[in-house]
């Protein structure tokens, strides 16, 4: 398996490599997690443990293969989406994936990997890329918005989300993040992108009209990671509890 450079395997996938039975394939398997060859990281999920710490598009490559085995259904999202798509730089040692399962945290190789519950109503949005010679799951650019503005402690905070949203401003389809707001049904959401992408002229009008119509009456925070302080923007039901200053910082990197 590994010089076909499937790092990541179940027992299914080795009884298909080796044609023997699950109880051999269980000791065989203990004792390569015993010399060190592979290690078990959860029940029927193992890891063929390199013979040097991989780095750069590897790591990378190996990273996104394990989050994809560790726990389905789940989708690559969030911080981790953000950095794939090359909107932000921001290092973390951390794999950020969605699930419709109990949250979960697991670590292999020292590399961490969380994943966040959502409603089976915000689990959408992805789609199949190739990684190496495997296909995992990733959520689609507007998605990956979307779910970043919803969970903004897991992509950094709103001024990492912010420079995601202006570097992706060109890139995607506009419409496509407005449907998905409403389908994902958080109205904070929409304010939170809504207020960032007039002020910095991101969006079309009519994406910017439509997004006003469809926000509720309640205040948000722009950032709910922080104290709930800052003045009320009435027309975004908003409370920018950052200041302009911090919100513009990573224009001048």
Same mark, same amino acid.
Request: proline residues 3%; glycine residues 8%.
């Given at each position: 398996?590994?010089?076909?450079?499937?790092?990541?395997?179940?027992?299914?996938?080795?009884?298909? #490599?080796?044609?023997?039975?699950?109880?051999?394939?269980?000791?065989?398997?203990?004792?390569?997690?015993?010399?060190?060859?592979?290690?078990?990281?959860?029940?029927?999920?193992?890891?063929?443990?390199?013979?040097?710490?991989?780095?750069?598009?590897?790591?990378?490559?190996?990273?996104?293969?394990?989050?994809?085995?560790?726990?389905?259904?789940?989708?690559?999202?969030?911080?981790?989406?953000?950095?794939?798509?090359?909107?932000?730089?921001?290092?973390?040692?951390?794999?950020?994936?969605?699930?419709?399962?109990?949250?979960?945290?697991?670590? %292999?190789?020292? %590399?961490?990997?969380?994943?966040?519950? %959502?409603?089976?109503?915000?689990?959408?949005?992805?789609?199949?890329?190739?990684?190496?010679?495997?296909? #995992?799951?990733?959520?689609?650019?507007?998605?990956?918005?979307?779910?970043?503005?919803?969970?903004?402690?897991?992509?950094?905070?709103? #001024?990492?989300?912010?420079?995601?949203?202006?570097?992706?401003?060109?890139?995607?389809?506009?419409?496509?993040?407005?449907?998905?707001?409403?389908?994902?049904?958080?109205?904070?959401?929409?304010?939170?992108?809504?207020?960032?992408?007039?002020?910095?002229?991101?969006?079309?009008?009519?994406?910017?009209?439509?997004?006003?119509?469809?926000?509720?009456?309640?205040?948000?925070?722009?950032?709910?990671?922080?104290?709930?302080?800052?003045?009320?923007?009435?027309?975004?039901?908003?409370?920018?509890?950052?200041?302009?200053?911090?919100?513009?910082?990573?224009?001048?990197?």
């Amino acid at each position: 398996m590994a010089a076909d450079r499937k790092t990541v395997f179940t027992l299914r996938d080795a009884q298909a #490599v080796f044609e023997k039975g699950y109880g051999y394939l269980r000791f065989l398997l203990h004792s390569l997690a015993r010399k060190g060859w592979v290690e078990r990281v959860k029940q029927g999920v193992y890891v063929i443990v390199p013979l040097e710490v991989p780095s750069g598009a590897a790591y990378t490559e190996e990273a996104f293969l394990i989050a994809a085995r560790l726990l389905e259904p789940s989708y690559l999202s969030y911080g981790t989406a953000l950095t794939h798509y090359r909107w932000t730089e921001q290092p973390s040692a951390v794999i950020y994936s969605a699930t419709t399962k109990p949250t979960r945290r697991f670590e %292999v190789h020292g %590399v961490g990997y969380y994943y966040a519950r %959502v409603t089976s109503r915000k689990f959408f949005g992805y789609r199949e890329q190739w990684v190496g010679a495997t296909q #995992v799951k990733i959520a689609e650019r507007e998605k990956a918005l979307i779910d970043a503005f919803d969970r903004l402690d897991l992509c950094g905070g709103v #001024v990492e989300a912010f420079k995601s949203l202006a570097a992706a401003s060109k890139e995607i389809n506009w419409e496509t993040l407005l449907e998905y707001g409403l389908r994902a049904s958080n109205r904070s959401v929409l304010k939170r992108i809504g207020y960032l992408a007039e002020r910095d002229g991101l969006a079309p009008s009519l994406v910017l009209r439509t997004l006003q119509k469809e926000i509720s009456r309640a205040y948000a925070l722009l950032d709910p990671g922080r104290m709930p302080t800052g003045r009320i923007l009435e027309r975004w039901k908003l409370r920018v509890n950052i200041s302009d200053r911090e919100l513009d910082g990573w224009k001048g990197a």
